[in-house]
Every structure is written in C-alpha cells, then in structure tokens.
C-alpha cells in the first residue's frame, strides 16, 4: 500500500489533513483553507504538466513526488477523501498524470 490514511478523528491541529507514504507523514491543508490560487491548481489538474503530483507537489512540498509509484486508484482515493474530510469538491475529476 502505498500510503495510509489514518482514523478520521479531529487532532490538536484541525486545519490539517494526514497522509502517510512510505517515505514519510504529510500535513495537506484540509479543502476548506486551501487559498484561491490552490483551488484553481486543483480545478485545472488535467491541464497541468505533471498533472496531480505537480499539483500535490506545490500543495505540500514532497506529497506528489512520494506518490509517483503509488496506483493511481490510491491517488484517486486520496484526493476524494481528503476532500471528503472538509466536505467539499474542488471539481477534481481525473487524478490525472499528465
């Protein structure tokens, strides 16, 4: 498995989302204090070079890159959760790997 979401129970630092991959433990934003600029990244992912890694990438330094050799349903199942979490969709259809 290449990454391991952990127990949706509210931490200390509510505005974070966890993600573990092998190579470590990233804080994303939760959806919710993501700024505009970032929204924008993840409505146009499938028009981004280096698609949702790149995206994943400028969000948290690191996250996209770890999860290059992850299948994409787990990419997939990542976005959706995380976005799940702040009960919101940023319009990310395709965990694109353009």
Do not use: C, H, N
Not at 19 to 28: D, N, R
Not at 48 to 57: C, F, K, N, P
Not at 64 to 91: N, R
């Amino acid at each position: 498995m290449g990454y391991k979401i952990p127990d949706w129970k509210k931490s200390i630092d509510q505005d974070k989302f966890e993600v573990e991959t092998p190579e470590g433990v990233f804080l994303m934003p939760k959806a919710e204090y993501l700024t505009g600029r970032q929204a924008d990244a993840f409505a146009k992912v499938d028009e981004t070079e280096g698609g949702i890694y790149a995206v994943l990438d400028d969000l948290v330094p690191g996250l996209g890159a770890s999860l290059l050799d992850v299948p994409l349903k787990f990419v997939k199942e990542l976005v959706a959760e995380w976005q799940a979490d702040s009960g919101i969709s940023l319009g990310e259809s395709e965990a694109s790997a353009s």
